[in-house]
């Protein structure tokens, strides 16, 4: 089992800047890499990050590239999101999820509870 705890969320004002955390804990050894989701109210999960934890390899959605970075602290079990030029439509509960698969074929078996991004015009 591997256990994710996110933090960081809040309110913002459009323009403004959050960074999200996420701490794994358990059978970290079994991840390949990690990712950041979210979801909007009525809209499907979809994915926003990834990174592949050793080679740091990593993906963005197009509607992030350029404002988002995803980083990680491998000795402190730890993913990061700097999230800058907010815009409201990045309003979601934002996941963390740790990916057992590979670059290719991500399998994401542990979620943590997520954490509220709110951007405000």
């Known amino acids: 089992q591997v256990q994710l705890v996110e933090s960081g969320g809040g309110l913002v004002q459009a323009g403004g800047s959050l ?42 959605a197009d509607s992030v590239k350029g404002r988002f970075t995803i980083s990680r602290d491998i000795a402190r079990n730890t993913m990061y999101v700097q999230m800058n030029s907010l815009k409201p439509e990045d309003t979601a509960v934002y996941y963390c999820a740790a990916d057992s698969g590979s670059w290719l074929k991500p399998r994401y078996d542990y979620w943590g509870q997520g954490t509220q991004v709110t951007v405000s015009s």
């Open 19 to 60: 960074r999200l955390s996420c701490t794994a804990s358990g059978r970290t050894f079994s991840t390949y890499a990690m990712g950041w989701f979210r979801q909007a109210p009525g809209k499907e999960r979809e994915i926003v990050a990834r990174i592949s934890w050793s080679a740091g390899r990593t993906y963005y």
